[in-house]
Nanobody, 127 residues
Framework: VQLQASGGGLVQAGGSLRISCTAS?????MAWFRQAPGKEREFVGG????????FITDSVKGRFTISGDKAKNSVYLQMNSLKPDDTANYYC????????????????????????WGKGTLVTVSS
C-alpha cells in the first residue's frame, strides 16, 4: 500500500488547513502522526473503518478533526485555530490488518502498529 499525503503549507497562527491522504489500496485503518523539529513523532488521530470510527488525541481535540472516505481510501485532517506549536511534518500511516482501538493505545503503540507510512507533508504555522 502506498500513501500519498497533500495539503501542507504555510499558515498564520489562528488559521486553518486541511491535509489529505489517499491510499493505493484498501486498509483497516488510516492515521495521522506528526513530528516537530527535534521532537519525537506523535500520534494525532486515526480512523478505523469498521469499528471505532474516528479518534483524535486529547492535545488537539477541539481544534483538529479527522474524517475519511472509505470508498476513496482517503483520510483528512482538518486543523483549525492553528498554533506555532503545531508546526511539524505530518505523516499518514495505515495498516491492512486489525489494530486495537486508538483509545487504548499510547502514541508509541500506535506508531509501532502501523504497517505503511507515507512521506510527510510539512505544516508551518507562523506567529
Amino acid at each position: 500500500v502506498q500513501l500519498q499525503a497533500s495539503g501542507g503549507g504555510l499558515v498564520q497562527a489562528g488559521g486553518s488547513l486541511r491535509i489529505s491522504c489517499t491510499a493505493s489500496g484498501r486498509t483497516f485503518t488510516m492515521a495521522w502522526f506528526r513530528q516537530a523539529p527535534g521532537k519525537e513523532r506523535e500520534f494525532v488521530g486515526g480512523i478505523i473503518w469498521s469499528g471505532e470510527g474516528t479518534f483524535i488525541t486529547d492535545s488537539v481535540k477541539g481544534r483538529f478533526t479527522i474524517s475519511g472516505d472509505k470508498a476513496k481510501n482517503s483520510v483528512y485532517l482538518q486543523m483549525n485555530s492553528l498554533k506555532p506549536d503545531d508546526t511539524a511534518n505530518y505523516y499518514c500511516a495505515a495498516t491492512v490488518t486489525p489494530v486495537p482501538p486508538y483509545s487504548v493505545l499510547t502514541s508509541a503503540q500506535a506508531i509501532a502498529g502501523m504497517d505503511y507510512w507515507g512521506k510527510g507533508t510539512l505544516v508551518t504555522v507562523s506567529s
